[in-house]
């Protein structure tokens, strides 16, 4: 990622306690990790970052909508998203953040980027499989859907056809007659 000076908060000015940043992200964010699932977004990102004597708790929260085709019919629709994550950093001797729960900062070391955990944070509370809410509850109008609908009345009706039997309407006379 190219700019992530809006993502670096200093810590060593901050006093032992709490305190809140709010970012507003959109798709230009994504573009910077090189991720386009979407074709537009806005999402407020709530981080609370509690100074510790030792060391620090990063609270992630975030809730919006992305704009995503939909897996059935194509058509694009406002996803609802939302997610939080949790962050402990400590100090050591060196750079560390192979575990997604906890980063290591080299003693000395004053800001943390924190554009990383709101990028995976976001790009995983995207589900794996989109539906538009109007196929879901049948008022979603789109050529494809139409087509989808055609083609499956007209194998219903095949089926139909196939299955009825002349020998079964001889028998249902016998039992009617």
Not at 24 to 41: A, V
Not at 92 to 107: F, Q, S, T, V
Not at 161 to 177: F, Q, T, V, Y
């Amino acid at each position: 990622m190219k700019n992530t000076g809006d993502f670096l908060i200093p810590f060593i000015g901050l006093k032992i306690g709490k305190h809140h940043f709010d970012y507003q992200i959109s798709k230009e964010f994504f573009e910077e990790f090189g991720f386009d699932e979407f074709e537009s977004c806005l999402i407020n990102v709530q981080i609370v970052l509690e100074k510790k004597t030792s060391h620090l708790e990063i609270g992630f929260k975030h809730n919006g909508s992305v704009n995503v085709p939909c897996d059935l019919t194509g058509e694009n629709f406002d996803l609802s998203i939302k997610g939080k994550l949790k962050l402990i950093v400590n100090f050591g001797d060196a750079y560390n953040d192979d575990n997604e729960e906890l980063l290591i900062l080299p003693h000395g070391e004053h800001q943390v980027d924190v554009s990383q955990y709101i990028y995976e944070m976001i790009a995983l509370s995207i589900p794996q499989k989109r539906i538009h809410p109007g196929v879901k509850d049948g008022t979603l109008k789109s050529e494809a859907l139409d087509k989808l609908n055609e083609l499956q009345s007209n194998i219903n009706k095949e089926k139909k056809e196939e299955e009825i039997d002349p020998r079964w309407d001889k028998l249902k006379k016998l039992l009617n007659g």
